[in-house]
């Protein structure tokens, strides 16, 4: 792995890969949350499936953190591989007549995507934590729609996680097209390709804004 890393086509290549494998999990997260709002009941079953479940707890909670880790630190190794060659080659470089701005400052969207990750372990993987494992409360498979609408209480906080999706937006639309094309996907299904990222890119995000959004104007009043 570390020698194939130290290519710059192979760090392209694993970042891609793990950016894929998070848009998958961005999906399926997605998914889960979205029935918090038209089938509570299902959200709550499914809320305590991935909270108790052995493989999901073990296993793929803990390859998804490799994913960001891996993805972050790929990005964060590129960008400055590529300033250094733009120091190199270009005596004055103007980016905006190279690339799209988001392609420009993918490293800032996607620093500020990760300190949303970070708030949003915070918020509930350590209360999962916690509640599990520290104050040894016992199972109740009802808890988690009460817990999550109590998150989006704060009005600050439902903007942060507006403004997170709106960069998360940002971001995936460059990146998630950049991830067919870093691994060499060019043929005929390209076209509606690009056109499926795009209308990812946007539909996913605002998704998730229309959760928050939704849980912070329908608080619990019990």
Not at 53 to 67: D, E, K, Y
Not at 183 to 202: D, E, R
């Amino acid at each position: 792995m570390s020698g194939l890393t130290k290519s710059s086509i192979a760090r392209k290549v694993v970042m891609a890969l793990s950016g894929l494998f998070l848009v998958f999990f961005l999906g399926q997260h997605f998914v889960i949350n979205v029935t918090s709002v038209i089938a509570p009941d299902t959200f709550n079953s499914w809320s305590h499936f991935m909270g108790y479940n052995g493989l999901v707890q073990f296993i793929l909670q803990p390859i998804l953190i490799a994913g960001v880790i891996i993805h972050f630190v790929m990005g964060i190794v590129l960008e400055l591989q590529n300033n250094k060659a733009r120091a190199i080659k270009y005596k004055k470089y103007n980016g905006g007549a190279n690339a799209s701005w988001m392609s420009r400052n993918m490293i800032i969207t996607g620093l500020v995507v990760l300190a949303f990750l970070g708030l949003h372990m915070y918020d509930f993987w350590i209360h999962e934590m916690d509640y599990k494992y520290i104050s040894g409360n016992p199972e109740d498979p009802t808890r988690y729609l009460e817990e999550t609408i109590h998150k989006f209480e704060p009005i600050w906080r439902t903007l942060l996680y507006v403004i997170s999706f709106v960069l998360l937006a940002l971001h995936l639309w460059h990146g998630f097209a950049s991830s067919f094309q870093s691994m060499g996907v060019n043929n005929k299904y390209s076209p509606a390709i690009q056109t499926f990222t795009k209308i990812y890119a946007i539909v996913i995000p605002l998704g998730f804004i229309f959760i928050a959004l939704y849980h912070h104007f329908n608080p619990i009043t019990h």
